[in-house]
């Protein structure tokens, strides 16, 4: 690995840039494996055109690394042109260096370890309010139902907001979060075109959710309250305009990928019963009639495994985009000032150098044993569904949370079974679902 000034200038890596200006695009945006048919034709790295821009797309340990590390130095925060425009320009994640980190440690304080523990009660109570419903309904097409949950979670906890799911901005939260992986093309009949008119719409809710808390004496113990409350070293506050960005971004973060890693633990779990047996029986050594716990839940050592390898074999995050400050080489190619990068996610997850039958869903792949073998390293760049650097998810420990208290009132009191005859194959964006929508059937478990 060197940096720029290369004598030798090496060679770009293979592939094939594609059509102008689309390049890869659709075969991106609408195959599931095009990340893993590129690698298989091509190696651990290779180039494409993404989004309207030239791609460098890296899979694997020391690839992940290098990029990982080398923030603002080589390489900077990149984003499609449609995902940055919805997300807005003080989101943190379009922030870039000096302004990033100080921003990043402010809103950080809406995340600490003590307030997750207050939503533990919130969590609980919502996801028991939904099992009811599916309950009495039997036969369901769960996707949409999980989405309108983890829409209920984020809008209860980040901003006091009561079934969000059923409000204007639920609705338009839906219309917006459709557009941020869309083609760049702004007609009101575009997919793009709709998610910035629905943005608007969206600000114009949260700029009254926002009022409204800030004129309160105290704004509340919530992410929103803690927001409002936060202070960097120099005592000041967020603006109104980057608690509006920043709240949109987390709603962003706290439902559409979550939605995603429950989907698939659903679909995962109903695949393979005798994981389901093993999952069922944790549960037996406690009292499933009393609330859960954060001592409970960190106590459910197999549910962390499984939901670990949930995320490895479908991550809700199919990869990181940086662009590229200074030209530099990895692995023996150039890789170009201005093209993107793109750490593939997907494709680590998948290497059969950093795991055995990596296409198959086996938990104790991440049991005490195993991981006690493996190098910080392995750990930390060969496994990274939250993203990874200076940039890791922010709401990491937030979604783990949701994500186990939702599995664990699952486990507690319900089986699902898959409905037969329907089309299990991923949509991929902007995150993995199954294209029919996961249909079952919800039962109470047999005393």
């Known amino acids: 690995m060197t940096t720029s000034n290369l004598s030798n200038h090496p060679p770009l890596p293979p592939g094939s840039l594609g059509l102008p200006v689309i390049g890869k695009s659709l075969q991106f945006l609408r195959d599931p494996d095009f990340i893993t048919k590129q690698h298989e034709a091509y190696g651990a790295i290779f180039k494409t055109r993404l989004l309207g821009r030239p791609a460098i797309v890296i899979r694997g340990m020391e690839a992940n690394q290098f990029v990982l590390t080398n923030e603002n130095k080589y390489f900077v925060a990149s984003w499609p042109p449609t995902t940055k425009a919805l997300l807005g320009p003080l989101s943190l994640v379009i922030q870039t260096g000096e302004l990033h980190r100080n921003r990043r440690k402010l809103l950080a304080q809406a995340f600490k370890p003590r307030t997750l523990s207050t939503y533990v009660g ?140 429950i989907t698939s633990f659903c679909l995962l779990t109903a695949q393979h019963p005798e994981i389901t047996a093993r999952l069922h029986q944790e549960q037996q050594q ?51 000032q201005g093209w993107s990068v793109l750490c593939s996610i997907g494709g680590t997850h998948e290497d059969p150098g950093l795991y055995a ?64 005859d329907q089309n299990l194959d991923l949509m991929v964006v902007p995150s993995p679902r199954p294209r029919d929508g996961l249909k079952v059937t919800f039962k109470a478990l047999s005393e």
């Open 286 to 336: 406690w009292d499933t009639d009393s609330p859960l716990t954060l001592e409970g839940l960190k106590e459910m050592t197999y549910l962390e495994q499984v939901l670990t390898e949930v995320m490895r074999l479908i991550p809700p995050v199919g990869g990181v985009f940086r662009s590229v400050l200074e030209t530099c080489e990895f692995g023996g190619y150039q890789i170009p």
């Open 122 to 261: 919130a969590m609980s109570d919502i996801a028991q309010q939904y099992t009811q419903r599916w309950l009495q309904a039997q036969t369901l097409t769960w996707y949409p139902e999980l989405r309108n949950f983890t829409l209920d979670v984020a809008c209860k906890l980040l901003v006091g907001l009561d079934q969000g799911s059923k409000t204007p901005l639920g609705q338009y939260f839906e219309i917006w979060s459709g557009g941020l992986f869309s083609l760049p093309i702004s007609l009101p009949w575009t997919r793009f075109g709709r998610a910035k008119h629905c943005r608007d719409l969206l600000l114009r809710e949260l700029e009254d959710i926002i009022q409204a808390r800030q004129s309160l004496s105290d704004p509340g113990d919530d992410t929103l309250g803690l927001m409002i409350q936060a202070r960097d070293e120099d005592g000041q506050g967020l603006s109104q305009e980057e608690l509006k960005d920043n709240v949109l971004l987390m709603l962003f973060a706290g439902h559409e990928t979550l939605t995603s890693a």
């Open 357 to 420: 039958n990596p296409k198959q869903f086996d938990p104790e792949r991440f049991s005490p044993e195993a991981l006690a073998q493996q190098s910080a390293e392995r750990q930390k760049f060969g496994y990274f569904p939250f993203g990874g650097g200076i940039r890791e998810c922010l709401g990491k420990e937030f979604a783990r949370l949701e994500m186990k208290i939702f599995a664990a009132t699952l486990l507690r009191h319900y089986d699902w079974q898959l409905l037969p």
